[in-house]
């Protein structure tokens, strides 16, 4: 390239250059784009959605209330609320009591055997959800794998009532959000300095104890990080539930499916999501102001 | 209490598997170290990286396990004892300040976790926090102080124990020379005051010289010589601790004769030096003699009396203010270094300055060599 060349090019991008803010929003503009118009807009249009009405024939009625959101304490709606919640919650403490103790066990291995568990670990997760979650149908059901085998050998005579109920849901929950909960504690425990551990013991802390006041405290923001990654998406989860919980079980997640598509409630729809939308924005926030921060 | 032997530790090896776990990767660390530390003494384990001593100091505390032997503290067989069982506490290299806990709290920690009453912990926290001189840190957290204030904590936080033993890895090492000067007879005091057995590991000659009321040099897993700071300086007990502590010209040479306890040693062609001895040396043994540079003098005159005096050319001078460094010519093969203390001038850097090139004797006295046999 000849310098004049050179000269020419130079001066087209000169305006930018000269100009740090318009810098910043030339580099931004492709992602703050696809923000915008992917993600902002349709929120935008939900929360319009939520405030409208539905008509006869499922279409939307343009006319302000709050009707939707009263719905919300309907007995009924609160009731998969808590069960939802309590499920979500249950999911959550299991990830943690399987998930902690892996992540703290691949944090302590060799650093060159690391980068393998991980791997091992997330392997099955490249395979498509719905075909997992499917797999987990085979398993459970009153003729799957478990059950068969139970019969098979002679310890049990009816099939145990796996498929269908919470704890079914449960299971493939867990199953689901485990990486989200392990790799978070990973970054964390991997992260110690365990020449703190050895002090603690070295000032009279047996194991039980230095993991109480030293290791666990210094990699709660790791579980907290991992328990808001398997919380959320476990207490919206529709697609576990639908597939695993049989007709009883119904999550938040299957309540606005339905809405939006046998239903066609879509402001009422609307108007669940955000309440879930609020919940957990309200207790993330919560999470930051109480303690989150000093940690 | 005095002269008994605070900690003892009995032909004890350490082997860590090597890459593979294959027995012939496997690494000694220590290899058959045995060493009696007195009640109250400072210690220093002296040595270069991976000589062993932080591995001996690890199994003291419990850290580590020894592969073979065993270790006493206070006449208690140590066995397979863990850290939280011993009383011993140890100053990290690192601080290992707890970052989650205040001040006041990670010196409290040892106390709370043997159950001491809250009033007692809050008093003896206190007096520890006076004593390494930060009575008002208590509130702070560690990332608030400075590396100088992070070490008195973490010497506090050890100290507050009133531990039989006083384990410290190289506490002074992330440290600037000035703080780490300072710190280091601020150390030696407080040693004096607690009455404390301190044992330390370093790999700082100087640092060890300095604190220790006795010093074990190692070297690749091994003690090579145990003895205060003085007799490590003065009388090493081989080539490599003479080379390790301070600095040392070495000439190879084969003994001549020996009169009584003065051994001759062809170092060079014609040249001999004589060297005092409490060993009997056959004529013609391969050794090496040893002498500190500022152990010579450089002279104008020879002098009669003194035992070593020879002719040299004078190579290289180089004057640092306190001293003037020389490097001085024997022979074809033999050059020395000579540390001159500037007291009065020299009179060597005197004739050297105003242009005389006369003929200079380096001169050192009998005993101020040592004869080495590796």
Same mark, same amino acid.
């Given at each position: 390239?000849?310098?004049e060349?050179?000269?020419k090019?130079?001066?087209?991008?000169e305006?930018?250059?000269?100009?740090?803010?318009?810098?910043?929003?030339?580099l931004?503009?492709?992602?703050?784009?696809?923000?915008v118009v992917? &993600?902002?807009m349709?929120?935008?249009?939900? &929360?319009?959605y939520?405030?409208?009405?539905?008509g006869?024939? !499922?279409?939307?009625v343009?006319?302000?209330?709050?009707?939707?959101?009263?719905r919300? &304490?309907?007995?009924?709606?609160?009731?998969?609320f808590?069960?939802?919640?309590?499920i979500?919650g249950?999911?959550?403490?299991?990830?943690?009591?399987?998930g902690? $103790?892996?992540?703290?066990?691949?944090?302590?291995?060799? $650093?060159?055997?690391?980068?393998?568990l991980l791997?091992?670990?997330?392997?099955?997760f490249?395979?498509?959800?719905?075909?997992?979650?499917?797999?987990?149908?085979?398993?459970?059901?009153?003729?799957?794998?478990i059950n068969?085998?139970?019969?098979?050998l002679?310890l049990?005579?009816?099939?145990?009532?796996?498929f269908?109920t919470?704890?079914?849901?449960?299971i493939g929950?867990?199953?689901?959000w485990f990486?989200?909960?392990v790799?978070?504690?990973?970054?964390?425990?991997?992260?110690l300095d365990f020449?703190?551990?050895?002090a603690?013991?070295?000032l009279?802390a047996?194991?039980?104890?230095?993991?109480?006041?030293?290791?666990?405290?210094?990699?709660?923001?790791?579980?907290i990080?991992?328990?808001?990654?398997?919380f959320i998406?476990?207490?919206?989860a529709?697609?576990?539930?639908d597939?695993?919980?049989?007709a009883?079980?119904?999550?938040?997640?299957?309540?606005i499916?339905s809405?939006f598509?046998?239903?066609?409630?879509? $402001?009422?729809?609307?108007? &669940?999501?955000?309440a879930?939308?609020?919940?957990?924005?309200?207790?993330?926030l919560?999470?930051f102001?109480t303690?989150?921060r000093?940690? | 209490?005095?002269?008994?032997?605070?900690?003892?530790?009995?032909?004890?090896?350490?082997?860590?598997? !090597?890459l593979?776990g294959?027995?012939?990767?496997?690494v000694?660390?220590?290899?058959?170290v045995?060493?009696?530390?007195?009640?109250?003494?400072?210690f220093?384990?002296?040595?270069?990286?991976?000589?062993?001593?932080?591995?001996?100091?690890r199994?003291i505390?419990?850290?580590?396990?020894?592969?073979?032997?065993e270790?006493y503290?206070h006449?208690r067989?140590m066995?397979?004892?863990?850290?939280?069982q011993?009383?011993?506490?140890?100053?990290?290299?690192?601080?290992?300040?707890?970052?989650h806990?205040?001040?006041?709290?990670?010196?409290?920690?040892?106390?709370?976790?043997?159950?001491?009453?809250?009033?007692?912990?809050?008093?003896?926290?206190q007096?520890?926090l006076?004593m390494?001189r930060?009575?008002?840190?208590?509130p702070?957290k560690p990332n608030?102080?400075s590396g100088?204030?992070?070490q008195?904590v973490?010497?506090?936080?050890?100290l507050v124990?009133?531990?039989e033993?006083?384990?410290?890895?190289?506490?002074?090492?992330?440290?600037?020379?000035?703080?780490?000067?300072?710190?280091?007879?601020?150390?030696?005091?407080l040693?004096?005051?607690?009455?404390?057995?301190?044992?330390?590991?370093?790999h700082?000659q100087?640092?060890?010289?300095?604190m220790?009321?006795?010093?074990?040099?190692?070297?690749l897993?091994?003690?090579?010589?145990?003895g205060?700071?003085?007799?490590?300086y003065e009388?090493?007990?081989?080539?490599f601790?003479?080379?390790?502590?301070g600095?040392?010209?070495?000439?190879?040479?084969?003994?001549?004769?020996?009169?009584g306890?003065?051994?001759?040693?062809?170092?060079?062609?014609?040249?001999?030096v004589v060297?005092?001895?409490?060993?009997?040396?056959?004529?013609g043994a391969e050794?090496?003699v040893?002498?500190?540079?500022?152990k010579?003098?450089?002279?104008?005159?020879?002098a009669?009396?003194?035992?070593?005096?020879?002719?040299?050319?004078?190579?290289?001078?180089v004057?640092?203010?306190?001293?003037?460094?020389?490097?001085?010519r024997?022979?074809d093969?033999?050059?020395?270094?000579v540390r001159e203390q500037n007291?009065?001038? $020299?009179?060597?850097l005197?004739?050297?300055?105003?242009g005389?090139?006369?003929?200079?004797?380096a001169?050192?006295a009998?005993?101020?060599?040592?004869i080495?046999?590796d």
């Amino acid at each position: 390239m000849t310098q004049e060349k050179a000269a020419k090019k130079r001066s087209l991008l000169e305006p930018i250059r000269r100009r740090p803010g318009l810098q910043t929003l030339a580099l931004i503009s492709p992602s703050l784009f696809w923000l915008v118009v992917f &993600f902002a807009m349709p929120l935008v249009i939900v &929360f319009i959605y939520s405030f409208l009405k539905r008509g006869p024939y !499922g279409q939307i009625v343009w006319e302000f209330n709050l009707g939707n959101y009263a719905r919300f &304490f309907d007995p009924l709606y609160l009731k998969i609320f808590a069960r939802s919640f309590k499920i979500a919650g249950i999911t959550t403490l299991v990830c943690f009591l399987l998930g902690y $103790p892996l992540a703290y066990w691949i944090a302590t291995r060799p $650093p060159k055997w690391r980068n393998t568990l991980l791997l091992l670990l997330m392997i099955p997760f490249w395979t498509n959800f719905l075909v997992r979650t499917y797999a987990w149908v085979l398993i459970l059901r009153d003729t799957g794998l478990i059950n068969q085998a139970l019969m098979g050998l002679g310890l049990i005579s009816e099939p145990l009532p796996l498929f269908g109920t919470d704890l079914a849901i449960i299971i493939g929950l867990v199953y689901g959000w485990f990486p989200d909960m392990v790799l978070p504690c990973y970054a964390a425990i991997e992260r110690l300095d365990f020449s703190l551990v050895e002090a603690a013991q070295d000032l009279y802390a047996n194991e039980v104890r230095s993991f109480a006041r030293v290791i666990f405290p210094l990699t709660l923001p790791g579980v907290i990080a991992g328990s808001i990654l398997v919380f959320i998406p476990s207490l919206g989860a529709y697609v576990t539930p639908d597939l695993l919980g049989g007709a009883k079980s119904v999550m938040i997640g299957n309540v606005i499916q339905s809405q939006f598509l046998s239903v066609r409630d879509y $402001p009422f729809g609307s108007a &669940f999501s955000f309440a879930l939308m609020a919940i957990m924005l309200g207790a993330t926030l919560l999470y930051f102001r109480t303690g989150g921060r000093t940690l | 209490m005095k002269d008994s032997i605070a900690v003892e530790i009995r032909a004890v090896s350490k082997r860590f598997p !090597g890459l593979g776990g294959q027995p012939e990767h496997e690494v000694v660390a220590v290899d058959g170290v045995s060493l009696q530390i007195l009640d109250g003494e400072f210690f220093s384990l002296l040595g270069p990286s991976g000589c062993g001593k932080t591995t001996t100091l690890r199994m003291i505390a419990g850290f580590e396990l020894p592969s073979a032997g065993e270790i006493y503290i206070h006449g208690r067989r140590m066995g397979l004892t863990p850290p939280y069982q011993r009383n011993t506490n140890m100053v990290f290299q690192s601080y290992a300040l707890f970052p989650h806990m205040t001040i006041a709290r990670n010196v409290a920690f040892g106390l709370e976790m043997k159950k001491v009453p809250k009033d007692e912990v809050t008093r003896r926290v206190q007096e520890a926090l006076a004593m390494v001189r930060l009575a008002d840190y208590g509130p702070r957290k560690p990332n608030q102080l400075s590396g100088g204030q992070q070490q008195r904590v973490a010497l506090a936080r050890a100290l507050v124990n009133r531990p039989e033993v006083l384990l410290l890895d190289e506490p002074l090492g992330a440290l600037d020379l000035k703080l780490r000067k300072e710190m280091q007879l601020e150390l030696k005091t407080l040693q004096r005051e607690v009455g404390i057995t301190f044992v330390y590991v370093t790999h700082d000659q100087e640092e060890a010289l300095t604190m220790s009321d006795r010093i074990a040099v190692m070297h690749l897993g091994k003690v090579l010589q145990v003895g205060a700071p003085t007799e490590i300086y003065e009388r090493p007990a081989c080539r490599f601790v003479a080379d390790f502590i301070g600095d040392t010209n070495f000439m190879a040479g084969v003994v001549e004769g020996q009169e009584g306890n003065q051994v001759t040693v062809r170092v060079d062609g014609r040249l001999s030096v004589v060297v005092d001895t409490e060993d009997e040396f056959s004529r013609g043994a391969e050794v090496t003699v040893a002498v500190r540079p500022e152990k010579i003098r450089l002279l104008l005159e020879p002098a009669r009396q003194a035992c070593n005096a020879m002719p040299c050319q004078v190579e290289q001078v180089v004057y640092v203010g306190t001293d003037t460094r020389f490097q001085v010519r024997l022979s074809d093969n033999v050059v020395l270094a000579v540390r001159e203390q500037n007291l009065l001038t $020299p009179e060597v850097l005197a004739a050297h300055h105003a242009g005389d090139d006369r003929q200079v004797y380096a001169v050192w006295a009998c005993d101020s060599g040592r004869i080495l046999l590796d």
